[in-house]
C-alpha cells in the first residue's frame, strides 16, 4: 500500500533560518506528490504539488522536488518568518487509489 | 473561486442530538471528500463521493450519514455521536478521481464538541 514518512517535529528555527522538512513515501504506480500546510485552527492549504519525477513544486518560498530514484519530496525553504509556524503534511496521490495519503505532519515554530 | 466553504465553523451537540455539517464548492469539481481530523494527527479519510455518488466508504459508523444533494454541496448527517468524536471534520474537494496531478481544496473546517 501507499504510505508518507515525515520527519518528527516540533521543528524549532529562528527566523531567517534555512528549514527542510524531511519526506519519503512508498507508492504503487506514478504518484502525485503535495504540501499541505495548515495554521492553527484552520483547514489544510495546498502549498506545493509536483506531478511527475524531476518536477519542482515552489510556492510563497518554498521548494520541493519529487525524487523518484530516492522516493523523496523534502520541503525547503531560504529564510523562514514567524509567518510560517504551522504543521506541515507531505502526501501522495494515485488516481486508483481515490485518496490522498497523508504523512503524520510536522510542526514547525520559528522564534524572532 | 478556489474555495470550499464549510459551516458551521464550531458545533457543541450532546449524545442525543440530531446535527448537520455543511460543504459547498463552485469550482465544478465532481469529487467530494469528508475527513476527520484528531489533534496533531494527520487527516482521515471517511467518505468519498464521486459524480454524487457514494464511491469509499472508509468503514465509519452509522452514526455518521453522509448525502450529496448535488454536485456542488456535500453533507455530513450526525446522530447520537460519542465524545471520542470531537474532531476538526474537514470537507474536500477535487476535479476528479482519476487525472493527474489531481489536487484536493479542503475547506476550513467544522470543531465539533460532543457533550
Known amino acids: 500500500g501507499n504510505s508518507v514518512t515525515q520527519m518528527e517535529g516540533p521543528v524549532t528555527l529562528s527566523e531567517e533560518a534555512f528549514l527542510t522538512i524531511n519526506c519519503t513515501y512508498t507508492?504503487?504506480?506514478?504518484?502525485?506528490l503535495f504540501w499541505y500546510v495548515q495554521y492553527p485552527g484552520e483547514g489544510l492549504q495546498l502549498l506545493l504539488k509536483a506531478t511527475k519525477a524531476d518536477d519542482k513544486g515552489s510556492n510563497k518560498g518554498f521548494e520541493a522536488t519529487y525524487r523518484k530514484e530516492t522516493t523523496s519530496f523534502h520541503l525547503e525553504k531560504g529564510s523562514v518568518q514567524v509567518s510560517d509556524s504551522a504543521v506541515y503534511f507531505c502526501a501522495l496521490f494515485t488516481g486508483g487509489g481515490n485518496k490522498l495519503t497523508f504523512g503524520t505532519g510536522t510542526q514547525l515554530k520559528v522564534e524572532l | 473561486d478556489t474555495e470550499v466553504t464549510q459551516t458551521p465553523k464550531h458545533l457543541v451537540m450532546g449524545m442525543t442530538n440530531k446535527k448537520s455539517l455543511k460543504c459547498e464548492q463552485h469550482m465544478g469539481h465532481r469529487a467530494m471528500y469528508w475527513y476527520k481530523q484528531k489533534a496533531k494527527k494527520p487527516p482521515e479519510l471517511m467518505f468519498v463521493?464521486?459524480?454524487?455518488?457514494l464511491s469509499i466508504n472508509e468503514s465509519v459508523p452509522s452514526r455518521f450519514s453522509p448525502e450529496c444533494p448535488n454536485s456542488s454541496l456535500l453533507n455530513l448527517h450526525l446522530h447520537a455521536l460519542q465524545p471520542e468524536d470531537s474532531a476538526l471534520y474537514l470537507c474536500a474537494s477535487s476535479q476528479d478521481l482519476w487525472g493527474a496531478g489531481t489536487e484536493a481544496f479542503f475547506g476550513q473546517g467544522t470543531r465539533l464538541t460532543v457533550v
Open positions: 463521493y464521486s459524480y454524487e455518488k
Open positions: 507508492a504503487t504506480g506514478y504518484p502525485s
